[in-house]
């Protein structure tokens, strides 16, 4: 069957098809423990089940417009006002179905054919697909000195005449990393000097640790006018408010770019779907508290998570700062990450997602959203399966593994 240049050149999510293997082995009653996933395990507001409740029992359910309900975009502005100090206007947001349709729209919108995209590596396993899906070429930088940030100068050695946007995404997936306030105000003054648009994908902004506070890129715009300005920042109610099925997420842009999008995204899918809108609204304008008891839980498993990695020996850990996520260096006992990945979940059924496809090799992704048992156990077995020292047996459960490998 013949299929478009297009669609032979986009690979699968690899985290969603992790996500499928890990589902369809536990259907099989294997022991599976899913140590990549990318989603926390706290149920969603309350504000937002009874908002998105209240509109299903009208049983008025209907188109909504292409850019997002007013309430929804009156509750984005207002987040925009206390958590980034920005007074913008119903033209300057869009709502899509999740913060990825934002950022595709936007692509959509900025990139002629081969015009480049610059993110740093490690990156988010999304960007360079996104990119080619909308005729740009992904430009990924990776630190000299092997860190998990680059610095302003590698950036700027990688634009050249064709690059059209940077992508920024702190705290990082899959590495956890803060970028430092710096780096971001060197990276906005670039992009402003450059002409360059500067994506700002702060989809886990408010998930910091250690007393750090989240980064307002405005902070160092020296554009005040947001017309004028070609930062765009990206959020969605995915992950702070446990909301990733509702696929919900917004872009903050000038009115010029918000308007074509909007133009995209009328023709691509319409407006979100009502019921999530009305969720996020709820949201948005419910209780919070619901945020800092899951930054919390977050930075207790991160801790226990750390400690366990850091007493496995020849295993090279970076404290994340942020997110549900780590990304340690497994490369002493072996380079290749996907082989290790699939390795572990053949030997003893611990998903983890290979570090190449964040463009990092050697590394292996370990989300720290599940639950303790999951996330102390889960490196039990990578250290059993990985230690040549350690004992011949393990039992899962009633189940007793026996090392046939050395
Ligand atoms: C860095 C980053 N940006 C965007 C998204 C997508 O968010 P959403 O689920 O709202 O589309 C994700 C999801 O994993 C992400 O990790």
Same mark, same amino acid.
């Not at 259907?27 to 996933?37: A, D, R, Y």
């Not at 902004?205 to 930062?231: A, E, M």
């Not at 230690?387 to 189940?399: I, K």
């Given at each position: 069957?013949?299929?478009?240049?297009?669609?032979?050149?986009?690979?699968?999510?690899?985290?969603?098809?992790?996500?499928?293997?890990? +589902?369809? @082995?536990?259907?099989? #009653?294997?022991?599976?423990?899913?140590?990549?996933? &990318?989603? =926390?395990?706290? /149920?969603?507001? *309350?504000?937002?089940?009874?908002?998105? +409740?209240? @509109?299903?029992?009208? #049983?008025?359910?209907?188109?909504?417009?292409?850019? &997002?309900? =007013?309430?929804? /975009?009156?509750? *984005?502005?207002?987040?925009?006002?206390?958590?980034?100090?920005?007074?913008?206007?119903?033209?300057?947001?869009?709502?899509?179905? &999740?913060?990825?349709?934002?950022?595709?729209?936007?692509?959509?919108?900025?990139?002629?054919?081969?015009?480049?995209?610059?993110?740093?590596?490690?990156?988010?396993?999304?960007?360079?697909?996104?990119?080619?899906?909308?005729?740009?070429?992904?430009?990924?930088?990776?630190?000299?000195?092997?860190?998990?940030?680059?610095?302003?100068?590698?950036?700027?050695?990688?634009?050249?005449?064709?690059?059209?946007?940077?992508?920024?995404?702190?705290?990082?997936?899959?590495?956890?990393?803060?970028?430092?306030?710096?780096?971001?105000?060197?990276?906005?003054?670039?992009?402003?000097?450059?002409?360059?648009?500067?994506?700002?994908?702060?989809?886990?902004?408010?998930?910091?640790?250690?007393?750090?506070?989240?980064?307002?890129?405005?902070?160092?715009?020296?554009?005040?006018?947001?017309?004028?300005?070609?930062?765009?920042?990206?959020?969605?109610?995915?992950?702070?408010?446990?909301?990733?099925?509702?696929?919900?997420?917004?872009?903050?842009?000038?009115?010029?770019?918000?308007?074509?999008?909007?133009?995209?995204?009328?023709?691509?899918?319409?407006?979100?779907?009502?019921?999530?809108?009305?969720?996020?609204?709820?949201?948005?304008?419910?209780?919070?508290?619901?945020?800092?008891?899951?930054?919390?839980?977050?930075?207790?498993?991160?801790?226990?998570?750390?400690?366990?990695?850091?007493?496995?020996?020849?295993?090279?850990?970076?404290?994340?700062?942020?997110?549900?996520?780590?990304?340690?260096?497994?490369?002493?006992?072996?380079?290749?990450?996907?082989?290790?990945?699939?390795?572990?979940?053949?030997?003893?059924?611990?998903?983890?997602?290979?570090?190449?496809?964040?463009?990092?090799?050697?590394?292996?992704?370990?989300?720290?959203?599940?639950?303790?048992?999951?996330?102390?156990?889960?490196?039990?077995?990578?250290?059993?399966?990985?230690?040549?020292?350690?004992?011949?047996?393990?039992?899962?459960?009633?189940?007793?593994?026996?090392?046939?490998?050395?």
């Amino acid at each position: 069957m013949s299929l478009s240049q297009l669609a032979r050149s986009i690979c699968e999510s690899p985290t969603l098809k992790l996500n499928e293997t890990a +589902a369809l @082995l536990r259907e099989k #009653g294997e022991p599976v423990i899913h140590l990549g996933g &990318g989603e =926390p395990k706290s /149920k969603c507001p *309350i504000d937002a089940v009874v908002s998105c +409740a209240n @509109l299903l029992h009208t #049983g008025d359910v209907k188109y909504t417009p292409a850019d &997002g309900i =007013p309430a929804l /975009k009156k509750a *984005i502005i207002r987040y925009t006002e206390e958590h980034y100090n920005r007074m913008v206007s119903a033209d300057n947001v869009i709502v899509s179905s &999740g913060a990825k349709q934002s950022i595709m729209v936007l692509l959509h919108a900025i990139l002629d054919p081969k015009e480049e995209v610059i993110f740093p590596v490690p990156f988010w396993v999304s960007y360079p697909e996104m990119v080619k899906l909308a005729g740009g070429v992904p430009v990924p930088v990776a630190a000299r000195d092997g860190s998990f940030q680059p610095s302003v100068e590698e950036i700027a050695e990688a634009v050249g005449p064709y690059t059209k946007a940077i992508i920024l995404n702190s705290p990082n997936n899959p590495s956890g990393a803060v970028y430092s306030e710096e780096f971001v105000a060197g990276i906005v003054e670039l992009c402003e000097k450059r002409s360059l648009y500067l994506i700002m994908d702060d989809t886990y902004n408010r998930l910091i640790f250690d007393g750090r506070q989240p980064t307002n890129c405005y902070r160092y715009t020296g554009v005040h006018n947001i017309d004028s300005s070609k930062l765009v920042v990206i959020n969605c109610v995915s992950k702070m408010y446990a909301m990733t099925g509702f696929r919900i997420g917004w872009a903050v842009a000038s009115k010029t770019i918000v308007r074509a999008m909007t133009n995209i995204q009328s023709q691509e899918t319409s407006g979100p779907a009502a019921p999530s809108q009305w969720a996020a609204v709820g949201a948005l304008n419910g209780v919070q508290s619901s945020i800092e008891s899951l930054r919390l839980t977050l930075e207790n498993n991160r801790n226990v998570l750390i400690k366990h990695l850091q007493a496995f020996d020849g295993v090279k850990v970076t404290k994340p700062g942020g997110t549900f996520y780590s990304f340690p260096d497994f490369s002493a006992f072996e380079k290749d990450s996907q082989k290790l990945s699939r390795f572990l979940l053949e030997k003893v059924r611990v998903v983890t997602v290979p570090g190449r496809e964040f463009g990092m090799e050697g590394h292996l992704r370990i989300s720290f959203c599940g639950t303790m048992k999951e996330i102390t156990e889960g490196v039990d077995r990578i250290k059993w399966a990985l230690d040549p020292n350690a004992p011949n047996e393990l039992f899962l459960g009633d189940r007793k593994l026996v090392r046939d490998w050395r």
